[in-house]
């Protein structure tokens, strides 16, 4: 994989906002996960802006108690097919799809994603996610979820089978040649006779070997298995090493390519992607002021303020809401942990004097994924800051407000990485792995010389 340091950049897409109130602002789309002009517009504002590619999450459950805290949770589109959909609408930007592999099977999805990369010209990647909750589980006739183990095993099989049915048809099977009659040449289409402990699939698949040839394989996941997978087969690493500050970030950045090796691979063949939540407007006091505003309309509960407690190492459940911090704790006093809390709080606020409310909602927010609240300047400071210090290879860019923070994001902040140089102007390739320098791998059966069993 080359690499020319320039940023690499995905926008995901929380339909009605990365943030839990955002449906609730003027401009905003509560039917925003069924809404088509404002999904292929979003996409459309990601391609403007020159993005590797457009991220779509998925999720089998929708749970009305998740309301409050994500509301994307109770109502998501099917993945595959809003992917379908734009890459109809799109002609460049990448198109990363989610499945679950613990509740679908190998040949459908490798059937689904081949046919979207050829529908697409090659724009396809493909997010492997094994799954959490047990409401899942039990709408797929099972009575429990699977312990890590057990889904990571049977993800790496689903994985290699995946690869080997995207490779079952040579490049240059089917011949179509008018003058012998001859459609397909039998010796170049391949039985992968898969037998493993979770799958047998004889093969070969019905669809042509994809456009990039295998798909670009995601995953997200702090776990060791999770860790060990995405050495072994990805592409791409989505992380939320951004909670972990910029050090941290650093440490799990250059742990994750310390695995490559083991498997065969070189550090440069895996791009590392954190996500980062961007509020930004043309200038900091304006990008705070949407943050406050948000973080105003925020439901955060009891939970939040156990929470809060939890961070500062007593009882903070009864204070009022609009008591200033400064005048119930003894800073002096506090643990590490909550110092870390209030510096990175008033900086988003963009003052000191706190309330319990705004700590709470930032204390709240600031688990899922680095926020960043400022002026095109600022937000560009911070991500080349990252960037260029080993801490990630490009980010995952979630819209707080949709579609106010991608149009904003696009507008303001692209324009300051393309002056610094850390993002291209145009698309210089036509596929996904193009813009994410990967090479298209050649076939498995070609490269094993194994000769093709007749289906």
Known sequence: MSDDRRMHLGLTIWPTGFHPAAWRLPGSHPDGNSNPTLLRDAARTAERGVFDFFFIGDRLVGLTNSQFANP????????????????????HIGLITTVNTTYSDPYNVARATATIDHLSAGRVGLNIVTGKNVEAARNFGRDQHWDNDRRYDWAAEYIQVLQLLWDSWEDDAR??????????????????????????????????RPVQGRLPIINAGASERSRDLGARFSDLRFTN???????????????????????????????VIPG???????????????????????????????????????????????????????????????????????????????????????????????E??????RVADVLEEWFTTGAADGFMIFPPRVPHNIDRFVNLVIPELQRRGLHRREYTGSTLRDHLGLSRPANQFIAAGTTAVAP
């Open 72 to 91: 994307n949770e109770v109502l998501r589109p099917e993945a595959l097919t809003l992917a379908s959909h734009i890459a109809a609408v799109t002609t």
């Open 241 to 271: 090493s951004s909670t972990l500050g910029l050090e941290g970030a650093r440490a799990y950045y250059a742990d994750l390519k310390s695995r490559l090796p083991a498997y065969g691979r070189t550090p440069d063949e895996q791009l």
């Open 276 to 370: 980062v939540a961007v509020y930004v407007e043309e200038t900091d006091a304006a990008a705070r002021d949407q943050y406050s505003e948000l973080q105003r309309l925020l439901r955060t509960g009891p939970s939040g303020r156990a929470k809060l407690s939890q961070v500062f190492g007593t009882d903070l459940s009864d204070l009022p809401e609009d008591a200033r911090i400064r005048d119930v704790v003894e800073a002096s006093a506090l643990p590490a942990e909550a110092h870390t809390a209030l510096t990175e709080a008033a900086e988003l606020y963009g003052h000191d004097d706190l309330t319990v409310a705004e700590l709470t909602a930032a204390v709240v927010r600031g688990g899922m994924f680095k």
């Open 175 to 208: 011949v179509a040649d008018p003058t012998t009659g001859q459609f397909v040449n039998s010796d170049r289409v391949h039985q992968i006779g898969f037998r493993g402990e979770f799958f047998t699939v004889d093969g070969p698949l019905n669809v042509q």
């Open 372 to 377: 960043v609240v400022g002026s095109p300047t």
